[in-house]
């Protein structure tokens, strides 16, 4: 895999079979997927393990159903997920192997479109939907173009709170917190985000591959807003959301999502069209190319042939607050 943030055209050439494991500091779990039970403490570290302040102790973490960032992470090749994760996972790829090319599309479009805010001139970032950290993490990338930049970085899994002291926190302008994408008012009134975030600056707000775990009876375009309206003028959103808009029902997609029903997991995966997800942007400006298939936002290099992007079925923009 191109080491380099965003290598996308060498990532999205491993589409043709699993990729192999890899450690936690070799891929980075999107933004994801990681909905549930909200709970907001800002970790700390200790010689055992990454804990949160108030004592936040790892046998809390849910074993007993897949979580959607344990899945995401095992797509990725990644080793911090629990059988039942992995069972549950490898479901979906058997169903629907474009999974795999689609999880690793996000990640190298997360890591453009964070060079993007940073070259952008955007200095601090909410991280919403961490996932489990791995290298380079949105800190790491952005880091590379300055690194005075901060980063707060926000995720529901407990998992992901026993890793952050290691991967997340060590930079000094870094802040990580368990909470809710779906309760906005405690993310944006969390103590981390009034230490590292100054609402009258410009702020990038990332919401990757996140918002497909939201129900239309939760409201995803009414969250986003909340988000918006918070953010000053000249604020950035990355948003990318999966769709069946390149994957008819044949090709597996369908009972692929049923898994996530099926195996009780955390959070339930829907899929949208591009006008459902388009409408997600309201009050933002796209940035060119606007919202588009992931490989197709600002590539590294070459377009990918087309036989590589009919495997992602996920879409991506990046928008400018109005």
């Not at 979906?92 to 964070?114: E, K, T, Y």
């Not at 975030?197 to 410009?202: A, G, K, L, N, V």
């Amino acid at each position: 895999m191109d080491p380099r943030p965003g290598g996308a055209p060498t990532v999205l050439r491993m589409v043709l079979g699993r990729p192999p494991r890899l450690s936690t500091c070799t891929a980075h779990a999107p933004r994801s997927t990681r909905l549930g039970t909200s709970r907001s403490s800002e970790a700390t570290t200790d010689r055992r393990t990454a804990l949160t302040d108030q004592g936040f102790p790892t046998a809390e973490i849910d074993t007993s159903r897949p979580h959607p960032a344990r899945m995401y992470d095992y797509y990725l090749g990644g080793k911090d997920n629990y059988e039942v994760d992995r069972v549950a996972a490898q479901q979906v790829i058997d169903l629907f192997p474009d999974a795999v090319p689609s999880a690793l599309g996000n990640r190298a479009f997360m890591h453009r479109a964070v060079r993007f805010l940073a070259e952008s001139g955007v200095r601090q970032i909410i991280d919403i939907g961490t996932g489990i950290p791995t290298a380079p993490n949105t800190h790491q990338v952005a880091h590379e173009v300055s690194p005075d930049i901060k980063v707060a970085y926000v995720d529901n899994d407990p998992i992901v709170a026993t890793h952050a002291g290691a991967h997340l926190l060590g930079a000094g302008n870094t802040g990580f917190f368990l909470a809710d994408l779906r309760d906005p008012e405690s993310i944006l009134s969390h103590p981390t985000i009034g230490r590292l975030i100054d609402f009258d600056q410009p702020v990038g707000l990332m919401l990757v591959a996140i918002l497909h775990f939201i129900r239309d009876d939760e409201d995803p375009a009414g969250l986003v807003a909340a988000y918006r309206d918070a953010l000053p003028a000249g604020s950035r959103m990355v948003l990318s959301h999966a769709t069946a808009d390149f994957h008819p029902p044949e090709t597996g997609s369908g009972d692929a999502i049923d898994v996530y029903r099926q195996s009780k997991a955390t959070a339930t995966f829907n899929l949208r069209a591009r006008a459902e997800v388009l409408g997600l942007f309201d009050g933002f400006e796209l940035v060119d190319p606007g919202l588009v298939q992931l490989p197709l936002w600002r590539p590294d290099g070459p377009a990918p042939a087309e036989q590589e992007l009919a495997r992602v079925g996920i879409y991506g923009g990046v928008g400018i607050k109005n």
